[in-house]
């Protein structure tokens, strides 16, 4: 009985698995530029926080690849995120700063989220608890780890199609 539930215990972690990696301070970001990700580029929507999530990502020029974001909620705008993913010491920064409906800022003036490099596989972009993961031509997931109030972290979820 008791391998039995290790079994079922063990592989229901593996089904939950995360897709999403922190970045550690003994850790170094792989090398890694721009155009291994501009796949990216394009007209993303989806479903997320109950409401209609959008993305819009340049193609790379000079360094940076930028973009915008909304989510709808309610036919208002819930909030939006304006950012770059820049090539800095042979590696990839994403960096993002966030708005209300109203472009009231979250962050103070000279800050932003900044999401370090962590791995790079064919299709996975893992950047510091961010993760970007191309399906297919047509279609990405994007996983967050967010930050709960009982000091605990949730993996969220968007999932996207080209428009």
């Not at 999530?53 to 036919?75: C, H, N, Q, V, Y």
């Amino acid at each position: 009985m008791k391998i039995l539930l290790l079994l079922l215990l063990s592989t229901t972690a593996m089904v939950h698995a995360q897709n999403t990696i922190s970045f550690e301070p003994e850790m170094t970001s792989p090398k890694a530029k721009l155009s291994q990700i501009e796949w990216l580029a394009g007209h993303w929507k989806g479903e997320a926080f109950g409401g209609i999530a959008e993305e819009i990502w340049s193609p790379p020029t000079d360094g940076s690849m930028m973009f915008s974001f909304r989510l709808i909620d309610k036919g208002a705008v819930s909030f939006y995120e304006f950012g770059h993913i820049i090539e800095v010491d042979d590696t990839l920064l994403l960096q993002l700063k966030h708005f209300d409906g109203d472009l009231g800022g979250w962050e103070q003036k000279d800050e932003t989220v900044d999401f370090i490099l962590v791995k790079v596989e064919e299709n996975k972009f893992y950047f510091d608890d961010f993760t970007i993961e191309r399906i297919s031509d047509t279609e990405i997931n994007m996983y967050v780890e967010v930050s709960e109030e009982e000091g605990t972290s949730n993996e969220i979820t968007f999932n996207y199609h080209r428009q």
